[in-house]
């Protein structure tokens, strides 16, 4: 099988030839979160007792009663998002209907990006 052929190192000014991407000098350290690690993930039976539990004692969206709105739930949603510390415990959740989900979850990217970024 033929090999693909060698380059430069991709850090600019670099003259190394490597099979692919940075040489040993200018590789970089895989990313970590500075502040923590995301809390584990529930999924599969435990997850949809867990949501059938919330929309049993939360039927409707809470930002949507929050604005006078009556929007059936349907997102368990982390108030603390998972990736910023948040936890899987019951008061870190909350009820949401999609469009009131997906709003939070574009403001929280933004403000993250905002953040990474200085702006």
Known sequence: MPYSPKRYCSQPGCSVIVPS?????????????????AAKRIR???LQRLRRELF?????CVICEQAGRVTIATVRDH???LSQGG??????CQALCYDCNERKRHDEV???MAKWTGG
């Open 87 to 92: 936890s899987e415990l019951e008061l870190n």
């Open 44 to 46: 599969g039976t435990h």
């Open 56 to 60: 049993e004692r939360t039927p409707l």
């Open 110 to 112: 933004s403000a993250g």
């Open 21 to 37: 991407g940075r040489c040993a000098q200018h590789a970089r350290e895989p990313f970590r979160s500075p502040t923590h690690a």
């Open 79 to 81: 108030i603390v998002p």
